[in-house]
Structures are given as C-alpha cells and as structure tokens.
C-alpha cells in the first residue's frame, strides 16, 4: 500500500534541543515538502526538495534543517534555534513540480515544548 | 510574495443547507488546487483547475475558476455531517511552490 509515513505522531522537545521528524515515501515521488501549521492557521512551506541532494528554504526555513539523500525519505530537523517550534507538522509529495500535480500528505508530526 | 485569501475563516451551518468558501489570489494563477482537512487529519487532494471560468463539479461539490483567474470558489450543496473539515484553495509561486489560503472550516449542526 503506497503512502507518506510520518513518524513519530507525537513529538515533546526540551529547551536547547534538537530534534528530527521523519518523512517516508513509497510512492515514487520526486518532490517532497514540509509544512507548518499553526492552529486554525494554513500550512506554511518550510522546506522543499525536487530531487536527490537538493533541496530549497520555504517562507519559514529558519530554525529548521533538512537534508534528501535518498528519494524515498526527507526528514526534518527542528534546531533549538527555532524559538516557537509547537506546531503541527506535514510532510507531502508530489509526482512532480508540486504546482501542477495534487500533494500527497502524511498523517502528520505534532511537535510540543516541555 | 503571493497571497491567497479565503473567505470566510469559519462557517456553521445547518445540516442540508448549502456552504460556499471563497479563494482570492492578489495574483493571476497558472492552476488552483483544492484541499480537505478532517478534524485531527492531513490535507487531501480534491480537485485542480486550470482554465480560465472552468466549473467541474464532485457529486455535491462545485468547483469554479473565476474567468481572470485569479478567484475560485467552492459549494457545497445540502451539506451532510461528513463534510465537516478544513477546506484550503492552493496555488502556485513561481515554478515549484503552493501558496495556501488560510482555510475556511466548516462545521454542521446535524
């Protein structure tokens, strides 16, 4: 069964850490994304990723780090120096540019402060 | 950078009545997207335009694309309580970027 897996669904971060949420593809796809989104707020971009090895700041990259070294997986770290960082968290994929082809989501990382 | 507006931010209906959210974008768009959000879930696909005053319709959902392209709307007919969600119009920035509008959240007293 193809699909995004997020993991973990729950996430508790202590002042001064870091921590990294994982993103998982089977479905082939090129481009993978992150997502923000703040209580009845739209999903702001944080980073994304076109292909293997590259990937692009979003409008909220700050406090956030990525890498993509594999097609199938794009995982995301929430540096300390991300100063609000309780959110919840998408990761999504697109067969292409995500602009012309529909985003596939994973169920999703919610991520608080101790 | 480009916006996207969606009107109205919340939404309480009446089982069976009709539900419409409106998207504007500050710019002319390529395509627009539409997303559902469930209460506790992920943003699903519903349906992409593309052309210019295009209307396709989903059972009880019509889609429309305003003819500059530049405004979308979604209604829903005789709402039923599995249509209660987050609805969210996207639409591109530059060549690989969705913007999306903040969302319209409709709730239904059954």
């Known amino acids: 069964d193809g699909g995004i897996t997020q993991s973990p669904k729950y996430l508790f971060r202590k002042e001064g850490q870091n921590v990294t949420l994982s993103c998982e593809q089977n479905l082939n796809h090129d481009a993978m994304y992150w997502y923000r989104q703040d209580p009845g707020q739209g999903l702001r971009l944080i980073y994304y990723?076109?292909?293997?090895?590259?990937?692009q700041k979003g409008d909220i990259a700050e406090g956030y780090s990525v890498s993509r070294e594999k097609k199938e997986s794009f995982p995301l770290t929430v540096t300390s120096a991300q100063k609000n960082p309780t959110a919840f968290y998408l990761c999504?994929?697109?067969?292409?540019?995500?602009?012309?082809?529909?985003?596939?989501f994973g169920d999703g990382t919610r991520l608080s402060i101790l | 950078g480009q916006q996207v507006m969606q009107i109205p931010q919340y939404q309480h209906v009446q089982e069976g009545e009709d539900f419409t959210t409106y998207c504007n974008s500050s710019t002319t768009l390529s395509n627009i997207q539409w997303y559902k959000q469930r209460p506790g879930g992920h943003p699903v696909f519903l349906i992409q335009l593309v052309k210019s005053g295009e209307v396709k319709k989903q059972k009880r959902l019509t889609f429309q694309f305003g003819e500059a392209k530049k405004n979308s709307s979604l209604h829903i007919t005789a709402t039923q309580t599995t249509d209660v969600g987050t609805y969210f119009c996207?639409?591109?920035?530059?060549?690989?970027?969705?913007?999306f509008g903040q969302g319209t959240r409709l709730t239904i007293n059954p």
């Open positions: 996207a639409g591109p920035e530059g060549a690989q970027k969705l913007v």
């Open positions: 999504a994929s697109s067969i292409g540019q995500g602009i012309n082809q529909p985003q596939h």
């Open positions: 990723s076109q292909i293997v090895n590259d990937f």
